[in-house]
């Protein structure tokens, strides 16, 4: 189910907020066992012989052995916990890929899985991968089960993050005020959902065209110049960004309608003035969990500055897998992990200080350039669109897609300068004036209405990151 379907809007939302709040008045346990519910119908709507399944058997396979470490702290028990969701992750996500790679290398045909990647695994496996490790280190508690299955399926988050954490998401599940409806709390999420929702439907799908076929056409070389090449990946950075921002704003809404208060996942990251800064805007959630959860284990910056490049080219590195079963993610990784360690290196973010159109400039330059194996499909089209921006397959004096999609064009640029010089959602929620908001929330409505209507019209696209 999509956030921005008419049958999530229409009929899913309303009826699960009502029987939250009313169920709630009998008692928590019955609010949160009817949320879980609903949360497994959002998560298997499309296949649920398959899908619900499978997040079934993830939570109580991690339940069990979180319980277990909390009552026997043994290295065995949180082995066997990692390495059980690493190889499940693993058998839904990567047999192909390890397939292909070894055809690759080895010339030996091997078959097909033809698995099918349940969508969100991703994300709720590190979730519940960061709760053993924290229960093997004493930092997380016992809950019922109940509010463990809550915390795992709980549908804002479930299919694109953001990455919650057990200490910041599990003790709302047992605040009195998360069960008594806040009409303030409501309007403010009312704005931030409809903000979200915008981004989607407004901005990046408005965008999608001009980036397909871009892409589309790179997979011919020399089908595109300089300028084209630029517009579909800088287009991309935006598709993308407004795309997953605009579900990470869903996101905190739609929680926040049940009372619970997720983290913050975007801060303008096209605003960074270098790719750390950039880091730690982007995906922040991932890059928290990446942080204290493979960065620090390897051993961060503790042994030295070798060690400490080594530990994050392979953060980056398995980071870009995460992401997808597929040597461009790899690339990405890669390409991020060398930029990152080159602004350790030199210091980048002091000099930066000192000269700050460039360095916002070179960054936002950079992070366009390393979306192309993002988005490209195979490594051929990766090339050719390196290949055009930078100016080896010859220049043109104007673009072909200012001419056939100047409406997709003109939203591409339109979204580029609200990316770098207007506030970002969370900083004009957080400054608004009491009094102003009724009457934000209102013209949010009157919004929500219009995106609706235009919903209606045309079907629903996915999420970008559905695929990862």
């Known amino acids: 189910m999509l956030f921005n379907s008419l049958p999530f809007i229409v009929v899913f939302l309303p009826i699960s907020l009502f029987g939250f709040f009313y169920l709630a008045r009998f008692g928590q346990v019955f609010a949160l066992a009817w949320l879980t519910l609903a949360s497994l119908v959002f998560y298997g709507w499309d296949d649920p012989g398959r899908l619900i399944p499978i997040i079934l058997g993830s939570a109580v396979f991690n339940f069990i052995v ?5 009552h026997r702290c043994a290295v065995w028990l949180l082995a066997l916990g990692i390495v059980g969701d690493l190889l499940y992750l693993g058998y839904f996500k ?56 809550l915390f795992v399926t709980f549908f804002p988050h479930l299919i694109a993050g953001p990455i919650i954490h057990h200490a910041e998401i599990m003790p709302q599940f047992e605040q009195k005020k998360t069960f ?21 439907v407004m901005i990046a799908d408005s965008i999608a065209p001009v980036v397909a076929t871009v892409f589309d056409t790179s997979k011919s070389v020399n089908a595109i110049k300089f300028l084209d090449g630029w517009i579909g990946a800088t287009g991309y950075g935006l598709q993308l960004y407004f795309d997953f921002s605009g579900y990470s704003d869903m996101a905190i809404g739609l929680a926040l309608m049940f009372g619970i208060a997720f983290p913050l996942n975007f801060n303008s990251p096209y605003k960074a003035h270098s790719i750390i800064d950039f880091w730690r805007r982007w995906n922040m959630t991932l890059s928290r969990f990446l942080r204290d959860y493979l960065y620090i284990p390897l051993g961060g910056n503790r042994n030295g500055p070798i060690r400490r ?8 590195l398995l980071g870009g897998l995460w992401h997808g079963a597929s040597w461009n993610f790899v690339i990405w990784g890669a390409l ?37 194996p993002f988005r490209a499909e ?74 609706v209507g235009a919903i209606a019209l045309h079907a629903p696209t996915e999420f970008l990151y559905f695929r990862f």
């Open 66 to 70: 979180a319980r277990a470490l909390l």
């Open 336 to 372: 991020h992990g060398a930029a990152l360690v080159a602004n350790h290196h030199f210091d980048v973010e002091r000099s930066a200080r000192d000269r700050p159109i460039a360095s916002l400039c070179g960054t936002l330059a950079f992070v366009m350039i390393a979306w192309v």
């Open 378 to 451: 195979n490594l051929h089209s990766v090339l050719v669109m390196w290949q055009a921006m930078f100016g080896l397959s010859g220049f043109s004096p104007r673009s072909l897609f200012a001419v056939t999609q100047p409406l997709a064009l003109a939203a591409a640029g339109a979204a580029l300068g609200a990316a770098l010089f207007l506030p970002n959602t969370a900083e004009i929620i957080e400054n608004l004036d009491s009094h102003i908001l009724p009457r934000m929330a209102a013209g949010a409505g009157l919004l929500f209405g219009m995106i």
């Open 309 to 316: 490049y080594v530990n994050i080219m392979v953060t980056m």
């Open 94 to 149: 990567y047999v192909d890929f390890f397939a292909h790679t070894i055809t690759w290398l080895t010339g030996i045909e091997l078959p097909p899985s033809n698995i099918t990647l349940p969508i969100g695994i991703s994300f709720f496996t590190f979730t519940q991968i960061a709760f053993l490790v924290d229960s093997y280190r004493r930092s997380a508690r016992e809950y019922h089960p109940v509010n463990y299955g």
């Open 180 to 200: 008594t409806f806040d009409p303030a709390a409501t309007q403010i999420a009312l704005l931030w959902f409809v903000a979200g929702l915008f981004k989607k």
